[in-house]
């Protein structure tokens, strides 16, 4: 039980990210779900994998871009 | 009175400090040199560690948009992404090479990206711009 709670609070970092990626709430966190419920027993989809690369790439390209002025 | 506002300021410094270091505990374990092969874990966790750090700077530009940073938020900002734009092309790549298997290429381009990340930091601690808030 605490594994799986360990699990699920590390991927809820991810929620926002998936958030500004585009996903609605609900989807986001479904989808942090399956990633913590894949985790747990052993497989993580490459789908999974790359929504929280663009998310990332999002995060990062968000900062880059210039300040309006 | 004063009394209660210095308790008040020692709690919330205590608590900032709590944060700073939670991100320099996860920036600490991603700058680590790195000689045995970079796994999926290690990506995981260096990723982790990036998105902690742009999280913070996102929160710091975004109130630099707003006007509620300070007067260098600007200039700060652009010093600190001469460094921030060096790092989707390495983490791209990063990735490619753990993907791929591609170990001699991931540990140097994991060196790399360490590097990045610390020159980052440094920037950002040089002009007092807190990350980890």
């Known amino acids: ?32 779900l399956r990633l913590a419920q894949g985790a747990e027993g052993g497989t993580i989809t490459d789908e999974e994998v790359d929504l929280h690369r663009k998310a990332l790439d999002k995060l ?7 300040i309006p002025d | 009175m004063k009394r209660l506002l210095l308790v ?5 410094g205590l608590g900032g400090c709590a944060q700073i270091q939670r991100v320099q505990d996860a920036v600490v374990a991603v700058t680590k040199s790195y000689t045995n092969p ?9 990723e982790g560690g990036v998105q902690l750090i742009f999280t913070g700077l996102n929160t710091y530009k975004r109130a630099c948009v707003q ?9 700060n900002i652009a010093a600190i992404q001469v460094y921030t734009r060096k790092v989707p092309p390495v983490l791209k790549e990063l990735r490619r090479s753990v993907d791929s298997g591609d170990q001699v290429n991931a540990i140097s381009v994991y060196n790399g990206l360490m590097t990045i990340i610390r ?15």
């Open chain 2, 119 to 133: 020159d980052i930091r440094n920037e950002a601690y040089i002009r007092d711009v807190k990350i980890g808030a």
């Open chain 1, 60 to 66: 990062i390209e968000d900062f880059n871009t210039p």
């Open chain 2, 8 to 12: 008040v300021a020692v709690a919330v």
């Open chain 2, 38 to 46: 970079v796994t999926r874990a290690d990506l995981d966790n260096a």
């Open chain 2, 67 to 75: 006007g509620i940073a300070d007067k260098n938020c600007r200039a």
């Open chain 1, 1 to 32: 039980m605490e594994a799986a709670l360990a699990l699920v609070v590390k991927y809820a970092q991810y929620i926002p990210l998936a958030i500004d990626a585009g996903s609605s709430v609900v989807d986001a966190i479904s989808r942090m």
